[in-house]
């Protein structure tokens, strides 16, 4: 897929990952749909419209249902179309197992696969109809592999995994792609909270020995977006960790 003049809806674009993704379509010149749950900063639209294409801002929560169908229908009339959907946003809430309370498991469920669903669902869609459209789940080295203090996180990152699998078997007719990234240690909001200890621990386990920056993951997605023969794939983006599990 050319992606000038295309549309792209970025669940959780307001910083990090999400921003990182916004910003690298915005440089293939295409459109952007910023999303997170509050008000959009007017400045972060703005920045994304200096690179020379629309943008809009799309406030709401993609675990409720209803509101992630209003949130598309919002997108699309704003723009005109979704082309491409990256369900970036997530959340999470590490502790043992034997220390989660069900609300920690069912709320990082909720938001990670639940919402994931939710969006894919309503831009599906739309999709259809237009017989185009690629969609990319970000989903973790932790839904492949496990991680400790992580169950409920990895639990909704692997389901992520099944759910790309099965709906890009299902768009494939339409020629609609679906497929998954799984970054590693990537740097950011999430990383900067880890201790110096833990940081050189999981350094040990990269083969290229760094953590990623949050534009590897972006780059990735431009590139599933662009191609129009794969899907139904996770793209590892972690330095090598996965390879050596």
Known sequence: ???KGKNVFITGSTRGLGAAIARAFANEGANIVLNGRGEIDPNSIQEI?????SCIGVSGDISDFDNAG???DEAVKGLGSVDILVNNAGITNDKLVLRMTADDFEKCLKINLTGTFNMTQ???KKMMKQRQGAIINLSSVSGLIGNLGQANYAASKAGVIGFTKSVAREAATRGITCNAIAP???ETDMTDVLSDKVKEEATKQIPLQRFGQ???VAETAVFLAKSSYITG???NVDGGMVMQG
């Open 70 to 72: 209003k949130m598309i």
């Open 1 to 3: 897929m050319k992606l």
């Open 49 to 53: 419209q200096n690179l020379g294409v």
């Open 122 to 124: 309503h831009v599906l």
């Open 184 to 186: 590693g240690f990537i």
């Open 214 to 216: 949050p534009e590897n």
């Open 233 to 235: 794939q996770v793209i």
